[in-house]
């Protein structure tokens, strides 16, 4: 079917667009549909440009004062900020020097993060925190029999009210021989288990925010050596993202 289709093609006329006349040639060349349309959407844009600008200086506000208003200026007709007041001459040694500063404080935010939160954790021992997977703890027994009259506070003697707890649940012989320490009723203890969910919060936080500061140390620490070895060829392995600096290899140097 195809190849009728292109014999049938092969026999058809070429129709081209009409050029310009010959006593016409004066005025150059006949535009074109595609030319007019180019023509069109440049005016039209200009036009709505034109229109929005008008508008904008209809609206505005006579009060209004920006700090660029007496830091720019005019040049040949081209809007330019005046950055002679704000730039500053640094050295390389300077830059370098600024770029290990810059190092150096985010990793000892980084640091002191850390210690923090290891300490949150041992206060803490994260044994009720949200996400963390539940301990499993199996019992075996003999017979169906024994499975449908398990009872767990028995099995575990302990008082029922304490079967729900995954830690400082005591044996009844330590209820009956030691006094209990520390709040028990039920405000105080819903206060104490609502502080301790905050800390989790703000352990959470902590973690997060350690782990964001590591990757941008990682990150400056990459264009470091980079800034460094800029003679030195170098291969990059992987691009750099959100959650990770790029990885570049570099040849080895034998050193004299």
Known sequence: MSTFRKALKSKQRNHHERSQLASRNHLGLLEKKKDYKLRANDYHKKQNLLSALRKKAL???????????????????VHR??????????????????RTQDIKYVEMKRVGDAKKIERMKAELHLLDAKGKE????????????EVQEFDLA???NTAP?????????????????????????????????????HQYTILTQRIER???????????????????GKKTKKIKM??????????YKFDSKRKR
């Open 161 to 197: 009210e304490l079967v729900g707890r995954p830690y400082n649940r005591p044996t009844l012989d330590t209820l009956k021989t030691k006094s209990i320490q520390g709040a028990t009723d039920k405000r105080t203890v819903e206060k104490l288990a609502k502080q301790r969910g």
């Open 59 to 77: 609206e505005k506000n006579p009060d209004e004062f920006y700090y660029k208003m007496i830091s720019s200026k005019m040049e040949d007709g």
């Open 210 to 228: 350690e782990r964001k500061l590591f990757v941008i140390s990682q990150k400056l620490q990459t264009r470091r050596e980079i800034q460094e």
């Open 154 to 156: 028995e099995r575990l």
């Open 81 to 98: 900020a005046n950055r002679e007041a704000y730039d500053v001459e640094v050295t390389e040694e300077q830059r370098k020097m600024m």
């Open 134 to 145: 539940k301990n499993k703890h199996t019992f075996f027994v003999h017979s169906k029999k």
């Open 238 to 247: 992987s691009n750099e993202t959100k959650e990770a600096a790029a990885v």
